[in-house]
C-alpha cells in the first residue's frame, strides 16, 4: 500500500532489520537463505525491506525485485519472476545471456525481451521443470560472484505458477550467495487462501525464517508522526491519529496528510475506500457489520447473537462471508470478534442514520439490562452509559456515566472517568433535580471540602461532579480541559452569594497549579486569592493543603531558607488537622528544599518513607510525585544507579496509576542519570519514551532541552539549535522555575557558543545572572557558570579580554561566593569551575585540574571525568610535561571515542595543533588520534559535506544550492566547522583540513 505522505524517516524495526542483516550475511556465506515477511496490509513490510536493501553497501549486493500482480482477483502468471529477471538482464546481461545459453527461447517465455530466434520453440512436456532448473542456474550463476537479493512482494495474489516456482527455488539446494527475501499479507491469508499450503510448506525448512512486522506502539507513531511534520506532533494529535491507526503506518500516513491538508481529521475519502468491500457482501453480513460498529471494536459472540437478531442460519453465513472478506476477524479464543482496524469500524459508524445507530444501540442495552453476563462485569455500567446516551435516553445515560465514571476512577482510567463525568455534566439541564440528587455518591478528592448536609442541592452535586472530572482530567494529562471546568465551577460559585468560600478557593487552588503547568501564569495570584478566602476562618484540612501548595510554589520558583519555613508550616499544620496526604505532600518540599545540603541521606529516607506511605494509603497524587522527586534528588546527590532502580519503580507505578505526566517527568529523570553514567544511547532511548507519554508543555519542553543537550555533546549543533528552540516554545516565559530556566540558558549559550557567536552567548549568560538563576540551587548553577568559565577561557586564546568579558568574569566569581557547596558531585564541578576561571585569567593550572580529575574520579562521571582529564592534559602541556600529558589526553580519548562525545574528541585531537605544544624531542602528544581525521574532529556527515564545498571556495549560497539547504542551515554548518576546527576563518578551515588529509575533493 502507498501513501501520498511517506515519512522521510525510518522508524524502529530494529530486531526485524537485524534479522534479515543476519539472513544477508549467512547468504555470502554460501548458507541459501530465505525470508518471509509478513504483516497486515500498510504495517510496512515493503518499507524494511527497503530499508535493508539501502543498508546493503555499492557494490555489495546486486537487488531483484518482482511483485506479484492482482488481475481480476487471480495472480498474473510468474508476475514477479518476469520482473526480477528482466531487472537482472538489464544489470548483468552478459552473463545472464551466458547462463542461459541454448536456453535463451525457453527464458523468453517469462522475460519477453530476450532477443531469440523467430523460429518458435516447440512445448514440451518437462518446459516446467526445464523452465524452473534454468531460471535456478541463471540465480545461481549471478549469485556465485556476489550477494543476489531476490525480493517477491504481495505474494499474497501469487499465481500457482509463481507459487510453485518459488517453492521449488526455496527446497532446491543451490550453490552461491543468495537470499531470496518474499512479503505477504497476513490478514489476507485466510483459511482456505491457496498460499496457506505454501507456507505450511515454508515452516518446515530451516533455512526459511519468518520476520512479523507488528503496528507501531506510541513511541514509534510518535517519531512517524515527527518525521512526517517535521516537527514533535501535538500530543493530541498524536493520541488521535495513534487510536484511530492502531499504529498501522500507512492509515497513520493518510490521516496525517488529511490532518494537514484539512486541518483535522476528516476521513471521508478514506472511509469510502474501505466501505467498498463491505457494500460486495450479503445483507446479512451488513447487518452484522452494523451491529458489531455500535460495540467497540470486539463483541462477544452471545451479545452479537442477541442484538442482531438474526436466524441461526442467516448468521452463521453472514459470519462467515464478513470473516472470509477480512472485515471482521475471529479472536483466537473463538468466542469473540473484531474488526480488522478500527478506521473500517468507524466507516461503518458513519454510514448509519442516526435513527439507525440509535435503535441498535437501546437493543444492546435492553440485551445487557436482560442479561448482564453477556460482557464482563467490569464493563458493564460502562457500556450502558455508552448505548444508553446514543440511544438518547438522558435519565438512564446520566445515571450509568455517574456509575461508570466511579468504576473508571477506582481502576485509575482517569481520562474515561473524565469523558463519562463531563457527559454527565452534558445532561445535567435535560434531567429533572429530583433525578441529579439521586444519582450515585462518588468518592470527593482528597481535600475537597464537605458540603454542609441541610446545603446539599442539585447544584452541589453539580460542583462535586466538576471537582472529580478537574482531577481526572489533571491526572491524564488533558490540563486544558481541567482548567476550563475549574473556571467553570468558580463562575458558578460567583453567582452564588451563599456559596461557602472553602469550595471556591480549593477551585482556586487547583487553577493555580493548572495555570503553572499550561504555563500560562506562574500561579501565584490564585493561591493568594484562595488564602484571602480563608484567612478569617477557622483552620481546615484546605488551609494544610493550600499551605503545602504554597511551600511547593516556594520551592520550585524561590528555594531558600525562607521557602523551607514555609514547608515546616505546612508540615505543622497538616498533621494538627490530621491530613495525612497533605502532610505527605508538604514533607516532599520540604526535602526538596534539603536536598542541596543532604550529605548523609536523611532527606532520601524520608523521601522513601513518604514514597511507601503513599503507596499504602493509595494516594494517587502524593506517588506520582514522590517518585518525581526522589529520582531528582538521587541524581542530585550523585547516587545516579540508585536514581535509575527507583525511576523503574515510579514509571511502573505511574504507568499503572495512568499518571501520564509524572511517567514523563520520571523517563527525563532517567535519561539524565543514565547520561550521567555515560550510558547515552539508553538515555536518548529514555527521551522518546517520555516524549510518547508527556501531555503538558513543561515535560515537553524539557525533553526538547535534554536533546539539545545530548546533541550538542555529539557535535551536532545544526538540531542541537532546534531542539533549543522548541525547548524554549514550549516552555514560554510565563511561569520560569529556576531549574528549567537555568538549562535553558546553560544550553542556549553553549550553542551560541558553538556557533562561534559570543557575543550572544555572553549576554544570555549576563541575562541569567541578571535573573538571579547563577546562584542556586547549586546543582543547576555550577555547569552554567562552568561551561561560561570555559567560554571565557576559549575566548582568550582568540581575543584580548574585553569589557564583556570582564564582566561575565566578574559575575561568576559573585556567583560563586553566594553558592552554598555541600554535596561531591558540586564539589567535583567547583573544582572545574575553578580551574576554568583560572585558565580564563591566563594561567592553566594543571594542579587546579588534577583537583577536578580526582574530585570526579569515583563519582561515576565518565564525560565529566573525561573533560577535567583534558583540561588537565591541556595544562601539562602548556608546562611541557610530555608523557604525563599524553597519559591524560589518552584516558581522555578513550572515554570521549567510548561516549561518541565529539565535540571533546575535537577537543582532544586540536591539541596537535596547538604551536609549541609538539616542541623538544619525540613524538608528538597526541592522544592516540583515530585513522579516521574527520571522525577525530567530530564532524556530522552533513558538516563533511559542507567542508568540502568550503575547501573549493564555494560561498554560503553556492553550498546551499549544491546541497539543497537554506542558507541559514549553511551558515549554521560552517560555524560549527569553524568551531570544532578550531579556526577563525573559512581560509584557515580549508588550510587545517589540507594539513590533516581530509578527503575533501571528490
Known amino acids: 500500500m502507498e501513501s501520498v505522505l511517506v515519512s522521510p524517516i525510518f522508524v524502529g524495526r530494529a530486531a526485524e532489520l537485524a534479522k534479515l542483516a543476519q539472513a544477508a550475511e549467512a547468504a555470502e556465506r554460501g548458507e541459501g537463505q530465505s525470508v518471509l515477511v509478513r504483516g497486515e496490509a500498510g504495517v510496512g513490510k515493503t518499507r524494511l525491506v527497503e ?80 523452465l524452473f532448473e534454468l531460471t535456478t542456474r541463471i540465480l545461481e550463476r549471478l549469485a556465485s560472484q556476489r550477494l543476489l537479493v531476490l525480493i517477491i512482494e504481495d505474494l499474497h495474489w501469487a499465481d500457482p505458477s509463481t507459487r510453485h516456482l518459488l517453492e521449488y527455488l526455496v527446497r532446491t539446494p543451490h550453490v552461491g550467495r543468495l537470499l531470496i527475501v518474499a512479503t505477504y499479507r497476513s490478514d489476507d491469508v485466510h483459511r482456505r487462501h491457496p498460499l496457506r499450503p505454501f507456507l505450511a510448506e515454508m515452516g518446515r525448512l530451516r533455512s526459511v525464517c519468518r520476520i512479523d512486522v507488528a503496528r507501531f506502539d506510541r513511541v514509534e507513531m510518535a517519531k512517524l508522526l515527527d518525521g512526517l511534520f517535521g516537527c514533535p506532533p501535538d500530543p493530541a494529535v498524536l493520541s488521535e491519529i495513534f487510536t484511530r491507526s492502531d499504529g498501522n503506518a500507512f492509515f497513520a500516513e493518510e490521516l496525517a496528510r488529511l490532518y494537514q491538508e484539512r486541518a483535522g481529521m476528516g476521513l471521508d475519502d478514506l472511509h469510502h475506500v474501505l466501505l467498498a468491500r463491505l457494500e460486495s457482501l450479503p445483507d446479512t453480513s451488513q447487518r452484522i457489520a ?13 451479545l452479537l447473537r442477541a442484538v442482531a437478531g438474526l436466524p441461526e442460519v442467516e448468521l452463521i453465513d453472514g459470519l462467515r462471508a464478513i470473516t472470509l472478506a477480512q472485515i471482521i476477524v475471529v479472536e483466537a479464543n473463538d468466542n469473540e470478534y473484531r474488526f480488522r482496524h478500527s478506521l473500517v469500524r468507524e466507516a461503518v459508524n458513519d454510514s448509519l442514520l442516526q435513527g439507525e445507530r440509535a435503535l441498535i444501540n437501546r437493543q444492546y442495552a435492553e440485551a445487557l439490562e436482560a442479561d448482564s453476563s453477556l460482557v464482563p462485569a467490569d464493563e458493564l455500567t460502562g457500556r450502558l452509559a455508552q448505548h444508553w446516551y446514543a440511544a438518547h435516553e438522558d435519565v438512564k445515560a446520566l445515571q450509568m456515566s455517574v456509575a461508570a465514571a466511579g468504576a473508571a476512577g477506582s481502576r485509575y482510567a482517569y481520562a474515561e472517568q ?40 442539585a447544584g452541589s452535586v453539580r460542583l462535586d461532579l466538576i471537582a472529580i472530572a478537574v482531577v481526572a482530567a489533571r ?36 487553577q493555580s497549579q493548572l495555570v503553572q503547568d499550561l504555563n500560562r501564569e506562574d500561579g501565584w495570584q490564585e493561591l493568594q486569592t484562595a488564602n484571602d478566602l480563608l484567612c478569617d476562618l477557622p483552620s481546615s484540612a484546605l488551609h494544610a493543603a493550600l499551605l503545602a501548595d504554597i511551600a511547593n510554589w516556594y520551592a520550585r520558583h524561590q528555594p531558600g531558607p525562607e521557602s523551607l519555613a514555609v514547608a515546616d508550616r505546612a508540615v505543622r499544620c497538616a498533621t494538627e488537622v490530621g491530613t495525612e496526604e497533605t502532610e505527605l505532600s508538604a514533607r516532599i518540599s520540604r526535602c526538596w528544599l534539603r536536598a542541596e545540603s543532604d550529605l548523609d541521606g536523611t532527606n532520601v529516607e524520608e523521601l522513601y518513607e513518604v514514597r511507601q506511605r ?9 506517588m506520582g510525585r514522590v517518585n518525581q522527586n526522589l529520582t531528582s534528588t538521587l541524581e542530585g546527590a550523585g547516587r545516579s544507579d540508585e536514581a535509575i532502580t527507583a525511576g523503574y519503580h515510579g514509571i511502573e507505578a505511574c504507568r499503572r496509576l495512568g499518571l501520564a505526566d509524572n511517567e514523563a517527568w520520571l523517563r527525563i529523570n532517567l535519561s539524565l542519570s543514565l547520561f550521567s553514567l555515560g550510558r547515552w544511547s539508553e538515555s536518548e532511548a529514555e527521551l522518546d519514551e517520555a516524549a510518547a507519554v508527556a501531555r503538558s508543555y513543561k515535560p515537553r519542553g524539557t525533553i526538547a532541552g535534554r536533546r539539545a543537550y545530548s546533541l550538542l555533546v555529539r557535535g551536532d549543533v545544526v538540531r542541537a539549535a532546534e531542539q533549543l528552540a522548541l525547548a524554549q516554545h514550549l516552555l514560554g516565559t510565563r511561569d520560569l522555575q529556576p531549574q528549567l530556566s537555568i538549562a535553558l540558558s546553560h544550553y542556549g549559550m553553549l550553542v551560541a557558543r558553538r556557533q562561534s557567536r559570543i557575543d550572544t552567548a555572553r549576554t544570555e549568560f549576563l541575562r541569567a545572572d541578571a535573573e538571579g538563576l547563577t546562584t542556586g540551587p547549586a546543582r543547576y548553577s555550577l555547569p552554567l557558570l562552568a561551561a561560561a568559565a570555559s567560554m571565557e577561557a576559549d575566548a582568550r586564546h582568540v581575543s584580548a579580554p574585553d569589557r564583556e568579558s570582564d564582566k561575565v568574569l566578574a559575575a561568576i566569581q559573585r556567583a560563586l561566593m553566594q553558592l552554598d557547596i555541600v554535596m561531591p558531585i558540586s564539589r567535583a564541578f567547583e573544582a572545574v569551575l575553578r580551574a576554568e576561571l583560572q585558565r580564563a585569567e591566563g594561567s592553566d593550572d594543571a594542579e587546579r585540574w588534577a583537583a577536578a580529575v580526582a574530585a570526579f574520579e569515583h563519582l561515576n562521571r565518565p564525560f565529566e571525568f573525561a573533560v577535567a582529564l583534558h583540561g588537565e592534559g591541556r595544562a601539562l602541556l602548556a608546562s611541557r610535561q610530555r608523557d604525563r600529558a599524553l597519559d591524560r589526553l589518552t584516558q581522555a580519548h578513550k572515554i570521549a571515542q567510548s561516549l561518541g562525545a565529539a565535540d571533546l574528541l575535537a577537543d582532544i585531537n586540536a591539541l596537535t595543533a596547538i604551536p609549541g605544544a609538539t616542541t623538544g624531542p619525540g613524538p608528538a602528544p ?70 590533516h588529509g581530509f578527503p575533501v575533493t571528490d
Not at 544550492?961 to 584557515?988: M, Q
Request: proline letters at 7%.
Open 290 to 302: 452494523q451491529v458489531a460498529s455500535q460495540s467497540g471494536q470486539v463483541i462477544g459472540d452471545r
Open 51 to 130: 530499508e535493508f536493501v539501502g543498508t546493503l553497501e555499492p557494490g555489495r549486493a546486486v537487488i531483484a525485485l518482482g511483485r506479484c500482480v492482482e488481475v481480476g482477483g487471480d495472480g498474473f502468471p510468474f508476475a514477479p519472476f518476469t520482473a526480477a529477471l528482466r531487472s537482472l538482464w538489464q544489470q548483468l546481461p552478459d552473463e545472464v545471456n551466458a547462463a542461459s545459453m541454448g536456453e535463451k527461447a525457453l527464458l523468453a517465455r517469462i522475460v519477453p525481451e530476450l532477443e531469440v530466434p523467430a523460429t518458435p520453440l516447440p512445448h514440451r512436456d518437462d518446459d516446467a521443470v526445464r
Open 614 to 622: 503513599a503507596e499504602t494509603l493509595g494516594a494517587v497524587d502524593i
Open 475 to 510: 491526572r491524564s494529562g488533558s490540563l486544558d480541559r481541567a482548567l476550563h471546568l475549574t473556571r467553570n465551577a468558580l463562575e458558578l460559585l460567583s453567582t452564588d452569594p451563599t456559596a461557602p468560600p472553602l469550595r471556591a478557593a480549593w477551585f482556586w487552588i487547583q
Open 418 to 457: 473524565q469523558r463519562l463525568l463531563e457527559r454527565a455534566l452534558e445532561l445535567w439541564g435535560h434531567v429533572s433535580d429530583e433525578v441529579c440528587l439521586s444519582l450515585p455518591a462518588l468518592d470527593l478528592p482528597a481535600g475537597y471540602p464537605p458540603w454542609d448536609s441541610a446545603r446539599v442541592g
Open 926 to 995: 597526541a592522544a592516540e588520534p583515530p585513522t579516521d581525521a574527520l571522525a577525530s574532529f567530530g564532524l556530522t556527515p552533513r558538516e563533511t559535506e559542507v567542508l568540502r564545498l568550503v575547501v573549493r571556495g564555494y560561498s554560503n549560497r553556492r553550498v546551499s544550492d549544491e546541497l539543497y539547504i537554506s542558507h541559514k542551515t549553511t551558515s549554521a554548518h560552517v560555524s560549527s566547522i569553524l568551531f570544532k576546527l578550531r579556526a577563525s576563518s573559512r581560509t584557515e578551515a580549508a588550510a587545517i583540513a589540507h594539513r
